[in-house]
């Protein structure tokens, strides 16, 4: 691998993150900004509050998008680095979270997470994912399930004898998601955390 196509590609993966997809849609669907609706978050639970459940799907699946367009052009530009992709993939979460067209005010990244994480270690995400949604179905905490996945896809990775690249990525985006949830784990712990229905609250 080419070290200056590696770091292109993480470059072009932060750029690719980003795109607010949820800013962007909310804009043009009723000209407010997400970013000053419901929970602040720029992702894909406060847009399904501030404009709707399609308007949220569209959200989550543009974000996990974005994220696969970034490994794939990682990928291409260094002829299949698994090292390149894995950097991408935090690069490109990072941008998500912090996009640099955006006052670095985005979302907290886990639609971006599961579709690089899809790529890259696509057992153990479905695993998690499935986990993931039965904790929400049974307690309708968004954050929990989005905490769920991110921190049970590393160990699954290592179980599993995955690349090393790959191990330390999940355990970095798990970081990443465990950092940007701070507030959401406080008022879980609390009690105080608001479920998936409700008119206020955030996580994807």
């Known amino acids: 691998m080419s070290f200056w196509m590696g770091c292109l590609s993480a470059v072009i993966a932060y750029i690719i993150g980003s795109i ?13 900004d997400i970013r000053e609706e419901g929970s602040g978050n720029a992702g894909a639970t406060n847009t399904m509050r501030a404009i709707g459940t399609k308007w949220g799907v569209v959200v989550l699946l543009a974000d996990a998008l974005k994220g696969m367009i970034a490994l794939w052009i990682a990928l291409a530009l260094t002829r299949g680095s698994v090292v390149a992709a894995a950097v991408s993939a935090i690069a490109v979460v990072v ?31 479905v695993i998690a994912g499935v986990l993931c949604l039965i904790a929400i179905a ?6 929990l399930g989005s905490l769920i996945l991110t921190v049970l896809v590393p160990i699954i990775v290592a179980v599993w004898f ?13 970081l ?23 008119k206020s609250g955030e996580s994807l």
């Open 162 to 174: 995955m690349h090393t690249a790959v191990l330390v990525a999940s355990i970095v985006l798990a």
């Open 138 to 143: 049974l307690t309708r905490y968004v954050s």
């Open 20 to 32: 607010s997809t949820s800013t962007l849609v909310v804009r043009l669907v009723s000209g407010r």
């Open 176 to 198: 990443l998601s465990i950092y940007r949830h701070r507030s959401n784990i406080a008022r879980l712990v609390r009690g105080q955390e608001r479920r998936i229905f409700d």
């Open 95 to 125: 941008g998500h979270n912090w996009p640099i067209f955006f006052g670095f005010r985005g979302g907290k990244g886990i639609a971006t997470t599961i579709g690089v994480l899809l790529w890259l270690a696509p057992i153990p995400t």
